[in-house]
């Protein structure tokens, strides 16, 4: 038995069945398998499955290892039963609602989209912004105790502070981990660590200035060139 997407080619699906059973056969004889007594006795043949199922998921390889022409012929002439979703939810007494449910089900969620593997550059801005939020933070905890010291101080710097460090802090999520808009979020954190710099002007150099923006704009550069992962949906074992 196989399951797959519900838009896979059965020609390929087929396929990936024959082949597992040609190695199996090839790999033990009759004598072997009718005197397997112990459970999980041939898991080393997982590796083989794990192999061809990596094949599968990649159509492109398979034009040289297999010939769809003959599958085709072959499933023509020995049709294999299929069982279609309709069928397999009311064999399980499962209301018509679950298979509209699951004909999507090929299609990945943004909350499990995995993301490409983190570059040396996406590293370096990672930990840059971490340290800028670091630098905030602590820059925030001193004007509480300048504002606790002194009735002078303005509250709103220590507003700023903190809102930088959270933007700093999101910037790191948003490189990590994939969102929906995360694109349109970034260039927002962005625009939030620019307004609270502006606003920080008095309190910082421009070295300081610069050094937060720059940080900023490159850690937004590493969250927009670092995508999701492509993955084709119809092509799935």
């Given at each position: 038995m196989m399951l797959c997407t519900e838009n896979y080619p059965n020609v390929l699906a087929f396929s990936f069945l024959d082949e597992l059973q040609k190695e199996f056969i090839?790999?033990?004889n009759m004598m072997k398998t009718?005197?397997?007594?112990?459970?999980?006795?041939f898991i080393e043949f997982d590796n083989f499955i794990q192999r061809t199922k990596h094949r599968y998921n990649n159509p492109r390889s398979l034009s040289t290892k297999i010939n769809l022409s003959d599958m085709q012929m072959e499933i023509k002439l020995r049709p294999p039963y299929q069982i279609p979703m309709c069928e397999l939810g009311s064999a399980n007494g499962v209301t018509s609602a679950f298979s509209v449910d699951y004909k999507g089900a090929g299609k990945i969620s943004s909350a499990h989209q995995r993301l490409e593997?983190?570059?040396l550059s996406g590293i370096v801005a990672f930990i840059l912004s971490l340290l800028c939020g670091a630098l905030n933070l602590i820059r925030g905890f001193h004007a509480i105790e300048s504002l606790l010291q002194s009735d002078g101080e303005d509250f709103n710097y220590i507003i700023a502070f903190f809102l930088g460090t959270a933007a700093c802090l999101y910037q790191c999520y948003l490189l990590v981990y994939y969102t929906g808009w995360r694109n349109v979020k970034s260039f927002l954190t962005l625009?939030?660590?620019c307004v609270?710099?502006?606003y920080l002007y008095e309190l910082r150099n421009l070295w300081q200035l610069f050094f937060h923006v720059t940080v900023g704009a490159f850690v937004t550069l590493q969250i927009w060139l670092r995508q999701a992962q492509g993955k084709a949906p119809d092509y799935d074992v």
């Open positions: 090839t790999t033990y009718n005197t397997a007594v112990r459970p999980y006795c593997p983190a570059t625009g939030l660590i609270c710099n502006m």
